[in-house]
């Protein structure tokens, strides 16, 4: 079972997702952020869930490990999403947002293609062990995809400022969450100490994302000078 600590841990983050989708209804971003706000949503249902099955099978039980590995493939898979609707807004003034889409349909489907070509190297052949390296790989595809958007922002100098903050925020956490993930796999003996740092990490996006749908307006413009000078 969780401790006490793990309880409040899981309780705090399921308000901080629940603010996340107030903050942008309140400032009125819901619908231009909508994949933001539906995986923030969704992890909030995915939470009750696991708390759900917890409660009934135990912490231990396959139940529960079923259902956290395949909800957090899902909601892995809506945060891609997310990321790719700020690519569409970024490049939205280029007319290049079914491009950007097509993309995204290609290279999801070619890491669920490595994703599965990799299982099928090892001798666990197993749906559930699919699903854990898609997320995995998708948290790497994610990671490189925010860095390279982070780079199209000082060149083209974004100044939007939810937007900026929002990309820079994705990219912290895609990050720790990657190089977690990385480290679980080169040392498995520290399994559970970088499960509890994944908990705390959980706590950077919603608390990011619901600063700048509370502090920023869509309208709200940052200074030029304050990003990267970049030549054209």
Not at 56 to 63: E, H, N, Q
Not at 124 to 130: D, G, I, L, Q, W
Not at 141 to 152: D, H
Not at 199 to 216: D, E, H, K, N, S
């Amino acid at each position: 079972m969780l401790s006490v600590t793990g309880y409040i841990l899981w309780i705090a983050g399921v308000l901080c997702e629940t603010g996340v989708v107030v903050c942008a209804i309140k400032k009125g971003s819901f619908r231009r952020y909508l994949f933001l706000n539906l995986y923030m949503a969704m992890s909030v249902v995915m939470s009750v869930g696991r708390y759900e099955v917890l409660s009934r099978f135990g912490y231990s039980s396959a139940a529960y490990l079923y259902f956290y590995y395949y909800s957090d493939a899902v909601l892995t898979i809506l945060l891609y999403f997310a990321l790719i609707s700020l690519y569409a807004l970024v490049f939205g003034e280029l007319n290049a947002s079914r491009f950007v889409r097509l993309g995204a349909v290609v290279l999801l489907a070619g890491t669920a293609i490595f994703s599965y070509a990799v299982v099928q190297q090892s001798s666990a052949r197993m749906v559930t062990h699919f699903v854990v390296e898609l997320s995995q790989n998708l948290y790497f595809v994610g990671l490189v995809l925010t860095y390279l958007l982070w780079a199209a922002i000082l060149k083209m100098r974004e100044t939007r400022a939810q937007l900026v903050q929002l990309v820079l925020s994705l990219g912290i956490y895609f990050s720790l969450f990657a190089a977690t993930y990385a480290l679980r796999n080169l040392y498995p003996s520290m399994t559970s100490v970088l499960l509890s740092l994944l908990q705390l990490f959980g706590f950077v996006l919603p608390l990011a994302w619901t600063y700048a749908f509370w502090r920023f307006s869509t309208d709200d413009r940052i200074v030029p000078a304050r990003l990267a000078l970049v030549p054209r």
